[in-house]
């Protein structure tokens, strides 16, 4: 089944403590990216990768950091977690070819 | 960057009307998404069109290239159509890039 996968669901942690949110997708998609949804702002792109070991910033890059060394997985991490960085948080994935976009089932990020 | 605008944010119908949901974009794209989040989060993907129109089942896609504008529709609605429905483009048009969203439409189709 096509899928992508992200972890944890859910989490409630504490300011400076780092965490990682991981994706993986196993659609062999070139393009994977992170986004935050937030009420009142909708969605916004975190970051994005177009292939393996190439990344670029979204609208709101600040605080996070990501990786792509392999194909299916795009970590999202946040080296030291604030506040302003609770939210829900979507991975997705698409192929070059047709353009749509899978998402996984959200991760509901608190921090204290 | 393209600045995404949606319209209405909300609507409310009885099912079985014919809905229209709007988003205009201000830089030229190479395609266009339409996504829907129903109520408990997911997101899933319903079209990505460049041109023209799409159909699938009740919905319906278009867009406007040269008036930088796509509506979606729902024929027959019914209350599960009931989901926030969402448009998103490239940044700044290109087909390797990055997306920027609309805020949304509330849609609520009553029984």
């Known amino acids: 089944e096509a899928q992508v996968t992200q972890n944890p669901r859910y989490l409630i942690t504490v300011t400076g403590k780092k965490l990682t949110v991981t994706c993986s997708q196993n659609m062999n998609h070139e393009y994977m990216s992170w986004y935050r949804q937030d009420p009142g702002l909708g969605l916004r792109q975190i970051y994005y990768s177009m292939n393996v070991e190439v990344t670029d910033k979204g609208d709101v890059p600040e605080g996070y950091k990501v990786s792509r060394k392999e194909k299916r997985n795009f970590p999202l991490i946040l080296e030291s977690p604030s506040p302003n960085q609770t939210s829900l948080y979507f991975c997705a994935s698409g192929g070059q070819n047709t353009g749509e976009l899978f998402f996984g089932e959200g991760s509901r990020l608190t921090v204290l | 960057k393209n600045e995404v605008e949606q319209s209405p944010q909300n609507l409310t119908a009885q099912e079985g009307e014919f809905i229209t949901i709007n988003c205009s974009y201000s830089v030229g794209i190479s395609a266009l998404h339409w996504l829907q989040q129903h109520p408990g989060g997911g997101i899933v993907s319903l079209f990505m069109?460049?041109?023209g129109k799409k159909k699938h089942g009740r919905l319906i896609a278009t867009i406007n290239i040269q008036e930088k504008h796509s509506s979606l529709h729902i024929t027959a609605s019914h209350p599960r159509d009931s989901a926030v429905y969402i448009c998103?483009?490239?940044?700044?048009?290109?087909?390797?890039?990055?997306?920027?969203f609309g805020k949304g439409t509330h849609l609520i189709i009553q029984p």
């Open positions: 069109l460049s041109s």
């Open positions: 998103a483009a490239p940044y700044s048009g290109g087909g390797a890039d990055g997306l920027t």
